[in-house]
Nanobody, 115 residues
Framework: QGQLVESGGGLVQPGGSLRLSCIAYEISFSFWAMAWYRQVPGKQRELVADITSDGNTNYVDSVKGRFTISRDNAKKTLYLQMNSLKPEDTAAYYC?????????WGQGTQVTVSS
């Protein structure tokens, strides 16, 4: 089946940091490409960063130099380290696992950047 569970969201002041985690269950995690997306109400879900099974990474321009995506295959966990957060980073953040056959989405975790 496969399931993804995100955690680590919350309220943070501008300039602060958060680390999101996404734990994978019932999939061969190391073989899956992983990604973080975010969505604000009324807008399309946006790709933030992704990482291949080989560890190659890609970022949307707006987060380059501030966010870092990483994975720990032994722990079946995906991370998103977010530094220098801005109010415009406020969104629900979702992790996604992709294979040639299907995609799996987590339930999301809310990040709010506000003073």
């Amino acid at each position: 089946q496969g399931q993804l569970v995100e955690s680590g969201g919350g309220l943070v002041q501008p300039g602060g940091s958060l680390r999101l985690s996404c734990i994978a269950y019932e999939i061969s995690f190391s073989f899956w490409a992983m990604a973080w997306y975010r969505q604000v109400p009324g807008k399309q879900r946006e790709l933030v960063a992704d990482i291949t099974s080989d560890g190659n990474t890609n970022y949307v321009d707006s987060v380059k130099g501030r966010f870092t995506i990483s994975r720990d295959n032994a722990k079946k966990t995906l991370y998103l380290q977010m530094n220098s957060l801005k109010p415009e980073d406020t969104a629900a953040y979702y992790c996604k696992a992709s294979s040639s056959m299907r995609n799996i989405w987590g339930q999301g975790t809310q990040v709010t950047v506000s003073s």
